[in-house]
């Protein structure tokens, strides 16, 4: 019985860590304008660098009536991250990044969609650790494909940038103006402010709790 006891407290103790674990998730859908992103996300502990624009979809209708800015639809989406250095200006023909830190870090993989506005934007993502060093072997020469009717309009599956240790922040980089990103997905290691745990992580570790608390009443008859 007191074998039991351990076994179910240690699985406890894994569950209870893994219900502590967060989740940052931006899908860029509070946006109202096309402008540069700073601050905009820190108070789910983003922060973002780099050739980064918000982006608002010429396919959807804004306040005021006004349409989106960006020549791009995806399906029950009006916003998204644009790697752009300056939109006002003409494309610089250049690789360009930008960069998403998180205060407390992110674990285990990182998800995203993304969109080509040609063929071979050569699109390489990036993940390091607080000191700067590479976690896994990155993501490099994703492709696009081109549309008729917006720039945007074709976009991938969800991609996983899978790593060990705790990573702090994902650099993309691209052609200037040829990537839009979306549906960006992060692990925190520890509950945040806004960060909720998982709920199959809760009842895993209810469940075992009440195995626990089953197995010492058994002991005590």
């Not at 006004?66 to 989406?77: A, C, H, K, M, Y």
């Not at 696009?144 to 990573?167: I, Y």
Request: charged letters at 10%; glycine letters at 10%.
């Amino acid at each position: 019985m007191r074998a039991m006891s351990k076994l179910l407290a240690l699985a406890l103790t894994a569950t209870m860590q893994s219900a502590m674990a967060g989740a940052v998730f931006l899908d860029f859908e509070d946006l109202q304008t096309s402008a540069p992103m700073t601050t905009r996300y820190a108070a789910q502990g983003v922060n973002v660098t780099g050739s980064a624009w918000g982006a608002t979809s010429a396919n959807c209708e804004y306040p005021g009536g006004q349409l989106g800015q960006v020549s791009f639809t995806r399906p029950n989406s009006c916003g998204a991250l644009w790697l752009v250095q300056d939109p006002t200006k003409p494309s610089t023909n250049t690789a360009k990044s930008l960069t998403l830190s998180l205060t407390d870090g992110f674990i285990d993989a990182m998800s995203f969609v993304y969109s080509g506005s040609v063929a071979f934007p050569n699109l390489q993502v990036h993940v390091f650790d607080a000191a700067g060093q590479e976690l896994g072997l990155g993501l490099t020469g994703l492709t696009g494909t081109t549309c008729r009717d917006f720039l945007f309009c074709n976009w991938s599956q969800t991609m996983t940038l899978s790593f060990t240790g705790v990573a702090r922040s994902v650099t993309f980089t691209a052609v200037d103006t040829t990537i839009l990103l979306d549906d960006l997905r992060f692990t925190t290691p520890a509950t945040t402010p806004g960060n909720l745990p998982e709920p199959a992580s809760i009842a895993l570790a209810l469940g075992a709790l009440g195995g626990l608390a089953w197995s010492r009443r058994r002991a005590a008859r």
